[in-house]
Every structure is written in structure tokens, then in C-alpha cells.
């Protein structure tokens, strides 16, 4: 049984500080394997698992502020920032201030940026495969990941509580 199921007060020390008992240990070890195999796919967009996931979000919403953005990929503007700057580089983004309000940056695909959406097409049926998870574990486990970012959100926005 792991701590995870366990009352605290059930947990000794020793069990406590093991690594079979922790929920942190498995999920950062899996992200590491997850992210380890999209390399390769990346790799053949030129792209970091970070900037994938940044393009993603703008194919799925283009022309969003760095903010809007940064929230959506649970990311620090000191995090977000430099990858825009990379992707910009590359003419895939491009960042510019809203006509709105002039404190707000908006973050839109370029041409080649929409473009490059077709060629990465083809990524999430690879990592599907190379998963070792039939769809309904794959979704089960989504579903827990979610729900877990969800309360932890509400948990940093008081009034959601």
C-alpha cells in the first residue's frame, strides 16, 4: 500500500521518506520517459517538447496574449518568454502589442507556424503507439491528470474554494 492511500498519521518516518511511497516519484519519472520519446518526433520539426506544446495551444487558439498563454501551458513568463523569442526567431510566431491595450502582447502564427501544423499532424498517433497504455488507460490517466491540475488551480485562486 502507498502513502498515497494511507493516512498520514499510518505512515512512519522511514516509510515515509521511500520512493515507492511517494506520487511525485512515478509521475516525474514518467514525464521524463514521455518527453524522452517525443524527442525523435520533435526532433524532425525542429521543435522542443516546450515549443510543441506552445504551438499546439496557438493551433488550437492563435492570437492570444503571452498571459492567456503562459496560463494555459502552466508556464512563468520566465519560462514562456525565451521560447517565444526562439519561436520568433524561427518565423513561426510572431509577438506583438495589443491595438487594444498597449501593456498586452499578443502571440499569432505566421504562415509558416500555421504550416508546420500539418507536418506535426502525425505526432500524437506516434506517441499513442509508443505508450505502453490501451485508450482506456490512456484516458483514465488523463482524466486523473486533469482532475488533479484542476484542484490544484483552485487551490492557488482562493475564491475558488
Not at 21 to 28: K, M, S, T
Not at 86 to 115: C, I, N, P, Q, Y
Request: net charge negative; with cysteine; proline share 5%.
Amino acid at each position: 500500500m502507498t502513502q498515497a492511500t494511507l493516512e498520514p498519521a499510518a505512515v512512519d518516518a522511514a516509510a515515509a521518506l521511500c520512493l515507492d511511497n511517494q506520487l511525485c516519484f512515478p509521475l516525474y519519472a514518467c514525464s521524463k520517459e514521455i518527453v524522452r520519446r517525443y524527442a525523435p518526433l520533435l526532433d524532425e520539426l525542429g521543435l522542443t517538447y516546450t515549443q510543441y506544446i506552445c504551438m499546439m495551444a496557438l493551433w488550437e487558439h492563435d492570437g492570444v496574449s503571452v498571459r492567456e498563454l503562459g496560463d494555459r501551458l502552466f508556464l512563468d513568463s520566465g519560462t514562456l518568454t525565451p521560447l517565444l523569442k526562439k519561436l520568433e526567431a524561427r518565423g513561426l510566431v510572431v509577438r506583438e502589442r495589443s491595438t487594444s491595450d498597449e501593456r498586452r502582447l499578443v502571440v499569432r502564427l505566421t504562415d509558416e507556424g500555421r504550416a508546420m501544423r500539418e507536418g506535426a499532424a502525425r505526432v500524437p498517433g506516434q506517441m499513442a503507439c509508443s505508450v505502453p497504455l490501451s485508450p482506456e488507460e490512456g484516458a483514465q490517466l488523463a482524466s486523473l491528470l486533469w482532475t488533479l491540475l484542476a484542484r490544484f488551480s483552485k487551490e492557488d485562486d482562493p475564491s475558488e474554494l
